[in-house]
């Protein structure tokens, strides 16, 4: 018998474990995840002359442009897109506490880098899957995939993934402008191999998360954001 899941508490719980699981992949090195990936290069360049300018901070500015995109694709501006900046916002707040945490944890050779990144990337595929079962707007790089996915009947899963590839060579690009063809940051092997086997963790924690809980709604709020 399945356990009942608050669409509500995955949502709070989404932005938790993708802060974490970012944060993580920042202390780990290997590369960041593709979907944050152009943020933390725009962050690693602006910080350098505004030292007070934060990964959060360059998360948020960068999905209000992606919110901005999706607002021409779909043809109109819904509520929803709103209530995304807002949760873009917190996961920022949220990311900076997390890696100043990650900061102090232990652990500074390779074995340790190995499982900051695993744990990184796990924590973020489970975030990313947590959003995908709450009706509450998930941030833009989510909210993007799941508008994308239900506008042209795509599989959701699937969508992500091609998202992710397109995420990953962008960061390239902004890594080859930023720092040159020599030097590498952001964009590693790391990135390369998340963008390959994101969107299938992601669907087997979806698989989970369906085949072990029910999903309901502790709060009345679902037609509120789906406007």
């Not at 607002?71 to 509520?79: A, C, D, E, L, T």
Request: hydrophobic fraction near 55%; proline fraction near 2%.
């Amino acid at each position: 018998m399945k356990k009942n899941f608050y669409t509500e508490a995955a949502y709070i719980l989404g932005i938790i474990t993708l802060a974490f699981g970012t944060a993580l992949m920042e202390r780990a090195d290997f590369g960041m995840s593709m979907v944050v990936a152009p943020a933390y290069l725009v962050y690693l360049k602006i910080s350098l002359y505004l030292p007070w300018f934060t990964f959060g901070m360059a998360e948020y500015t960068l999905q209000a442009l992606l919110i901005i995109v999706l607002m021409v694709i779909m043809h109109g501006y819904k509520r929803k897109y709103l209530f995304s900046f807002i949760t873009a916002f917190l996961y920022g707040t949220a990311l900076d506490l997390m890696i100043a945490l990650a900061g102090v944890m232990p652990g500074y050779g390779m074995v340790s880098r190995v499982i900051f990144y695993v744990l990184g990337l796990l924590f973020c595929a489970l975030g990313v899957s947590l959003f995908f079962h709450s009706y509450i707007p998930p941030e833009a790089y989510e909210l993007f995939v799941k508008e994308i996915s239900s506008k042209y009947g795509f599989d959701i899963n699937k969508i992500k993934t091609v998202y992710d590839c397109c995420s990953c060579l962008v960061a390239i690009v902004m890594s080859f402008a930023f720092m040159g063809f020599m030097h590498f940051e952001g964009v590693k092997a790391g990135t390369i191999l998340c963008a390959l086997i994101n969107g299938w963790i992601i669907g087997q924690c979806s698989r989970f998360f369906d085949s072990t809980f029910e999903f309901i709604d502790g709060l009345k709020l679902r037609s509120f954001f789906d406007k």
